[in-house]
């Protein structure tokens, strides 16, 4: 990393060791050069009350608790690093306090907004588009998976008989998601009347969903081409000012498919694995949003409820 050589390491291990994202990668860079500008020199010589007045100053700037968090969290993985790979002999983020993180609330598609959203596709005269986005509501609700692992999905990775389908998630981590029946029809009939217009004159690359002839605004005018992470969020918002009146995005639909399973009775454990989280934290959060239920089961089974 330019100016900050003692970095360059840690960004590799970034990158091969831990299969990061390019914007974990970004993200991890822009936090340890501010932290080196703080410090004025490279990073291996900081001290515990380096990092303590560097969190200070970040207070100081009024910014918002889980950005400070997150800095903290770069400073101490960096260190570890260091620490492990024998380029420090002491952490100097060991015994330093971590900020509270406070974990925003979830937001979803309550469930008969799902509904009215397929059942709106459902009413359109077929068309390529119409398959295509009616597949991709389902696959988003129905599987859980991320807009990521939306965009890259391969025609190879659709297991008809086994009803399941093969995501590829942060840091190249693979997992098994359900396939319902209704998604298995709805992406069969995108795939046998839908994509191969789309695909007409291109090459096949294998990726799922492809981009209509015309695009927005004229772009991209013969189609066929992997969706972008844009692309699908417009198709997604576009839906949802249609059918709901309101902005809708591909995480909240996401979403949706873990807050439902919580909400009727699934493990935890077991709603970590279908979504690919790393943290159970993570999924714990699932629980708090469906706090009406909660409260619905005490209420009917507390002798004070």
Same mark, same amino acid.
């Given at each position: 990393? &330019? ?15 831990? =299969? ?11 936090? !340890?050069?501010?932290?080196? @500008? ?6 291996? =010589? ?8 560097? !969190? ?10 889980? @950005? ?11 260190? &570890? ?16 306090? +971590? ?16 509904? &009215? %959203?397929? +059942? ?24 859980? !998976? ?8 391969? %025609?190879?990775? !659709?297991?008809? @008989? $086994?009803? =399941? ?36 004159? #291109?090459?096949?690359? $294998?990726?799922?969903?492809? @981009? +209509? ?26 839906? $949802? ?10 995480? &909240? ?24 989280? =790393? ?18 089961? #005490? ?7």
């Amino acid at each position: 990393m &330019k100016d900050f050589p003692d970095l360059d390491a840690f960004v590799s291990y970034l990158r091969i060791e831990r =299969s990061a994202s390019e914007h974990t990668v970004a993200m991890y860079s822009a936090d !340890l050069r501010m932290f080196c @500008t703080f410090l004025g020199r490279g990073p291996v =010589s900081a001290s515990r009350d380096d990092i303590r007045r560097f !969190l200070a100053s970040q207070c100081d700037l009024q910014l918002a608790p889980n @950005t400070i968090a997150r800095r903290f969290q770069t400073i101490r993985s960096f260190y &570890k690093f260091l620490r492990y790979s024998g380029m420090v002999r002491v952490d100097p983020s060991r015994g330093i306090r +971590a900020p509270k993180w406070r974990l925003p609330l979830i937001e979803n598609v309550p469930d008969p907004d799902v509904a &009215k %959203l397929i +059942a709106y596709l459902a009413e359109q005269p077929e068309s390529p588009t119409v398959l295509r986005d009616r597949a991709m509501i389902q696959t988003l609700y129905d599987s859980g !998976l991320r807009v990521g692992e939306l965009i890259t999905l391969r %025609l190879a990775d !659709l297991d008809f @008989t $086994g009803m =399941s389908v093969l995501a590829i998630g942060k840091g190249n981590k693979q997992r098994l998601a359900p396939m319902s029946p209704p998604q298995a029809l709805a992406l069969t009939a995108y795939l046998e009347r839908g994509r191969p217009v789309f695909m007409r004159g #291109h090459a096949e690359h $294998g990726i799922v969903f492809v @981009t +209509a002839p015309g695009g927005p605004h004229r772009m991209n005018t013969r189609g066929g081409h992997p969706l972008t992470r844009q692309r699908a969020f417009q198709i997604v918002q576009g839906l $949802g000012q249609a059918v709901l009146g309101r902005d809708i995005s591909p995480h &909240k639909l996401r979403h949706s498919f873990g807050s439902t399973l919580i909400a009727h009775g699934a493990d935890p454990r077991n709603v970590q694995a279908l979504m690919g989280h =790393s943290d159970l934290d993570t999924t714990m959060r699932y629980i708090h949003v469906d706090m009406g239920t909660v409260k619905a089961v #005490h209420a009917k089974t507390h002798p004070r409820g």
